[in-house]
C-alpha cells in the first residue's frame, strides 16, 4: 500500500489520505494488539462465561448507542458548518443529553434483560457499564474536527493511551479479584481517560453548551436516516450476539466471542479506513475516479489478505493462543472470516451516499442489511446450530450487495472490475480454507 500512496502524493488530499491512513493502520493494529494482549492474559486469568456475559453486556451498550446515533460525526464531516464553533457546539450539546438517557434507559433494561438472557448478573453490572455511554457523550468535537481534516497523529496516541490504562485496570481487577467486574470496571476506566486526555490535548476550542436553531435542523435533517441507519446496522453488527445469545450457553458464547474479535480484526480495520477516510475523498476529490479506483484496490486487497490469513490459520491460531477450553473457536474464526469476503468487497461504496449527503439511501442499505441478516441468523441457528448461523451472515452479506451495487452506482462510485477480482480471488481461497479445515467446522455440531 505504501508504493500506491507514493504515487498519490501529487495532490494535497491524497497525501493527508496517505498520512491518514497510515495513523488509522498504526492506531487499529496498536489497538488490537492491546485487546489481543489482554484477551490472552485474561482468559487465563478469568472464565469462558465471563466473556459471554461481557458479550451481552456490549450488545446492550453498542446497541442503545447504535439506536440513537443521530449521525453528529458524519455531520461533522461533510457539513460546510463542519468547523464553525455554533454548530460544533451545538453537536455537542445533544451528544451530552444523548450520552445522560442513555445511561438512565441501560439502566431500566437491566433487569428485564438479565431475565430474558437467564443471566442475572446482567442486573447489576450493565448499570455500571453503561456508564461509558454518559461519560463518552462529554467527548469533544475536537475528535470529530481532527477525523474531518485527516489529522489522526495526536489522536490515534490518545486513543490508544486511554485504552491502554484501562487495560491495565482489568487485568490488575481480574488477578485481584477473578470476577467478571474487572472487565466492567476497566471499561468505565478506559471511556473516563479518554474523555480527560481529549479534553486536555486536542487542539482546538473548548465545548459549552449551546442551542442554535439552524444547527440543530441541519443536524437532524441530515441525521433522522443516519439514526435509522444505524438501528439497522445494531442488528447487522449485533444481531449475531442478540440471536445466539437465546440459543447459546453463556460458555458458548463466550468462545465465541472470542472467535469473533480474531475473525473480525481485518474487517474492522478496513471499516475504520473507509470510515474515515473515504467521505473526505469522495467529497473533494469525487472526479479523481482512477485515484480512487487505486486507493479502493489498496484497501480492499489489505483488508482481504489478512482477512483470508485468518481464515487459513485460524484453527491453529487459537490453538496456539488460548487454552483448550477455546479450541472449537478456530473452526468459528474460519467460518466468520469467509463469511465477511461479501462485505469486504462492498465496504468503500456507502461512503460515497454520506459524502454526497445522501443519508436516505444509506438508510437504504442498512435496513436491507439487517432485515438479511437477521432473518437468515434466525433460520439457521435454528435448524443447523452455530454453523447455521455464520453461513446465514455470509448468504446476508452476499444478497446486501446487489442493494449496494444499486447505491455506488447512483453515486458513480460502483467500480464493477474491482468486485469481479477481489470476489473471484477471495472466493476462491475462502473456499480452499473451508476444505482445509473441513474437519474442525463440522465439530462446532456440540456447541450448544
Known amino acids: 500500500m505504501g508504493g500506491l500512496f507514493q504515487q498519490m502524493r501529487g495532490g494535497r488530499l491524497m497525501a493527508r489520505v496517505a498520512r491518514s491512513t497510515s495513523w488509522i493502520l498504526l492506531g487499529y493494529g496498536g489497538s ?29 451498550t453498542v446497541g442503545l448507542m447504535l439506536f440513537s446515533d443521530v449521525g453528529i460525526a458524519p455531520s461533522i464531516a461533510q457539513s460546510k458548518r463542519g468547523d464553525d464553533p455554533d454548530f460544533l457546539n451545538t453537536a455537542w450539546s445533544i451528544q451530552v443529553m444523548r450520552g445522560v438517557i442513555l445511561w ?23 448499570p455500571i457499564a453503561a456508564l461509558t455511554l454518559l461519560i463518552t457523550g462529554f467527548n469533544p468535537t475536537r475528535i470529530e474536527t481532527a477525523h474531518r481534516h485527516l489529522l489522526m497523529g495526536r489522536l490515534t496516541i490518545l486513543d490508544l493511551t486511554s ?18 467486574i474487572a472487565l466492567v470496571v476497566g471499561g468505565v476506566v478506559g471511556a473516563v481517560a479518554k474523555l480527560a486526555l481529549t479534553w486536555a490535548f486536542l487542539p482546538g476550542e473548548a465545548n459549552r453548551f449551546r442551542w442554535e436553531r439552524a444547527a440543530v ?24 450476539r442478540a440471536v445466539l445469545g437465546k440459543f447459546l450457553s453463556l460458555e458458548s458464547l463466550g468462545i465465541y466471542n472470542i472467535a469473533f474479535f480474531l475473525a473480525s480484526f481485518a474487517m474492522q480495520l478496513g471499516t475504520a479506513v473507509t470510515g474515515r477516510v473515504m467521505i473526505p475523498v469522495y467529497r473533494d476529490a469525487k472526479h479523481e475516479v482512477a485515484k480512487i479506483a487505486k486507493l479502493r484496490f489498496a484497501i480492499s486487497g489489505v483488508t482481504l489478505g489478512l482477512l483470508l490469513l485468518m481464515a487459513l490459520v485460524g484453527p491453529w491460531l487459537v490453538g496456539v493462543l488460548y487454552d483448550p477450553r477455546y479450541a472449537l473457536g478456530g473452526a468459528i474464526v474460519t467460518l466468520l472470516a469467509v463469511a465477511q469476503i461479501p462485505q469486504v468487497i462492498g465496504m468503500s461504496y456507502d461512503q460515497a451516499a454520506l459524502a454526497a449527503g445522501d443519508s436516505q439511501r444509506f438508510f437504504v442499505v442498512s435496513a436491507s442489511r439487517a432485515v438479511f441478516q437477521i432473518t437468515f441468523l434466525i433460520i439457521g441457528v435454528s435448524q443447523f446450530g452455530i454453523i447455521g448461523a455464520i453461513v446465514g451472515m455470509g448468504l446476508a452479506h452476499l444478497l446486501t450487495h446487489p442493494v449496494m451495487i444499486w447505491l455506488a452506482r447512483i453515486h458513480e462510485a460502483w467500480d464493477a472490475r474491482h468486485d469481479i477480482i477481489c470476489a473471484v480471488g477471495a472466493g476462491s481461497i475462502g473456499a480452499a480454507a473451508i476444505w482445509l479445515h473441513w474437519d474442525a467446522i463440522k465439530a462446532l455440531a456440540v456447541l450448544t
Request: hydrophobic share 65%; aromatic share 14%.
Open 217 to 240: 435542523h441541519e443536524l437532524v435533517k441530515f441525521g433522522k436516516w443516519i439514526f435509522l441507519s444505524t438501528a439497522f446496522w445494531f442488528f447487522a453488527s449485533q444481531g449475531d
Open 104 to 126: 438512565l434507559i441501560a439502566s431500566a433494561l437491566a433487569l428485564p434483560l438479565a431475565g430474558f438472557y437467564n443471566a442475572p448478573e446482567l442486573a447489576t453490572y450493565l
Open 32 to 60: 488490537q494488539g492491546l485487546r489481543l494482549a489482554s484477551n490472552l492474559i485474561l482468559t487465563r486469568i478469568l472464565f469462558p462465561e465471563a466473556f459471554g456475559l461481557m458479550a451481552l453486556i456490549s450488545l446492550v
Open 163 to 180: 485504552q491502554l490504562i484501562g487495560i491495565v485496570v482489568m487485568v490488575v481487577l481480574a488477578w485481584w479479584l477473578q470476577s467478571v
